[in-house]
C-alpha cells in the first residue's frame, strides 16, 4: 500500500518482527499486522511464525462468564423477541460507540474477573438466533459443570463489531485455526434441531474443521424448548440424524461478506484438500455429537432405558453396530442399577447386545449373552413362555452359523415346542 494511515506499520519495514516488537504496538496495529504475516509465511522461520501468531491471537481469547449472561439479559430487560443481529445493533454497538471497542473491553466490564476471562470455550452460532436461544444454551452448558469456571468465546462481544476487516484464506488457515485450539473447547448451538442453520454457514464449518484438525473437543447445545422434539425425533427415525447432516456442502456454504466466503473456501481447497472429504469429515464428527447429545438428553428422563433402546434400534437398522452396541450397554448399565440381575428387562438388554454381536460376526459373544438371557427368563417368566423360546431359537441361529447344525436344530426344536405350548400350532 501506499498510503499509510496513523498507527499502521508497513511490513516491509519491519522485516524481522519479533514478540517484544509487536507486544510495543497498539492493539490495532498488532492485529493489522496478522494478513500481512501470513502472506508471508512460507518465507518465515515456523517457530518466529507461530510465536508471533500466538501473540496476536491472545487479545481474541477473552471471554465472558455464565454470570454475565444473566446479567446482561437483566439489565436490557430479559431480550425478548431479539435475534444475535437486532442485539449487536441495539446494544453493543450503541453502548461501545464512544470507545470504538470490543464489548467486553469496555471499562465496566474488562477489569471484572466475575465477568471476563480467558475463554475456555469457543461458541459458535447464527446472527439470526434468538438471543434468549443462544443465552439459554451457554447458561445450561455452565450449569452442568459448576465446580468450573467456564469463558464464552462469541464473536458478539469478543469481536469488535465497529469494524469489518476481511480476512484471508490464510488468516483463516492459520490465526483462526491457532485460536480455537488455544481455547481448547467448541459448542456448537444447533436451532432448529431438524435444519440448524449453522450448517449452513461457511464460517462454522471451517470453525468445526480446525477443532477437527486440533483434537479440540466439540460438543452440541439445542435450546430447551427443542430437546424434546429432538430425541423424540432421532428415537423414532433412524435416518433423522443422517436427514440433518445430509444437508453439509461446504461448497455451497455461504457467509454474509462474500469475500470472507471465497476466503474460507479457498482456505478448505488448502487445507482438507477436497470439499467432499471434507463433508465427510464433518459428518462424521457431527454425527458422534449428535448422538451424545441425545444420550445426555436422555438420561435426563424417567424413560431413559425405552429412549436409548429405541436409538440403539435405530443405528442397528443402520449398520452402526458399534454404536449400537455402545448405547445398548448402557441401557444394560441402568437396567443392573434399578432392576437388578435378575429381571426380564435385563434378559432383554442381553437379548439386543447378543443380536448386534451376531450382526458382528461375533457369535462367541453372542452366545455368552444369549445364555445370560436364558437362565434370566427361566428363573424370573419360567421355562414355557415366548421370551424363553425367542432366546432358544437365536442361539439355535448362532450355533447354524457356527456351523454347528445339530446343537442348532436341537435349540431351534426347543423353541418350536414352547412356541406350541403357549401360542398354539396357528401362531
Known sequence: TTRRPRGVVHLRQTPMLGQAHLLQEPNRVRV?????????????RP????????????????????????????????????TTEQVKEQIVLEESKESQCIYIQLPKL??????????????????????????DVLLDYADKLPGEEIYFWIDLFCVNQ??????????????????????????LVLTPWQDPVLLSRACCLWDIHCAIKGN????????????????????????????ILARIDATKSEADDKKDQGAIHAAITATAGSS?????????????????????????LQDYAARLTNL????????????????????????????????????????????????????????????KAVQIYVATLGEEHPSTATAYNNMGLAHRSMGSHNRALELHARSLHICVATLGEQH
Open 47 to 82: 517457530v518466529h511464525y507461530t510465536s508471533v501468531l500466538r501473540v496476536l491471537v491472545q487479545d481474541m481469547e477473552l471471554g465472558m462468564s455464565a454470570a454475565f449472561l444473566r446479567e446482561f439479559r437483566a439489565e436490557h430487560g430479559g431480550l425478548a423477541g431479539l
Open 216 to 243: 479440540v473437543p466439540l460438543s452440541i447445545g439445542l435450546p430447551p424448548n427443542q430437546r424434546a422434539a429432538f430425541l423424540q425425533g432421532v428415537t423414532k427415525d433412524c435416518n433423522a440424524i443422517s436427514n
Open 276 to 300: 467432499p472429504g471434507l463433508n465427510a469429515q464433518l459428518k462424521h464428527h457431527l454425527r458422534q455429537c449428535y448422538l451424545n447429545t441425545a444420550l445426555e438428553l436422555a438420561g435426563r
Open 312 to 371: 440403539a434400534s435405530s443405528l442397528s437398522d443402520l449398520g452402526d453396530y458399534a454404536q449400537a452396541l455402545r448405547f445398548y450397554e448402557r441401557v444394560l448399565h441402568n437396567q443392573l442399577v434399578t432392576l437388578g440381575e435378575q429381571h426380564p428387562d435385563t434378559a432383554t438388554s442381553y437379548m439386543h447386545m447378543a443380536n448386534i454381536y451376531i450382526s458382528m460376526g461375533n457369535y462367541v459373544n453372542a452366545l455368552e449373552l444369549y445364555n
Open 162 to 187: 465497529h469494524t469489518h476487516k476481511n480476512h484471508t484464506s490464510e488468516w483463516f488457515q492459520a490465526a483462526c485455526k491457532m485460536q480455537i485450539q488455544d481455547i481448547g473447547q467448541m459448542l
Open 32 to 44: 493489522s499486522l496478522l494478513c500481512a504475516l501470513c502472506r508471508r509465511q512460507e518465507r518465515a
Open 110 to 135: 474488562h477489569s471484572n474477573k466475575r465477568l471476563v476471562g480467558k475463554a475456555t470455550v469457543h461458541v459458535s452460532h447464527a446472527w439470526k438466533y434468538d438471543i434468549n436461544d443462544l443465552i
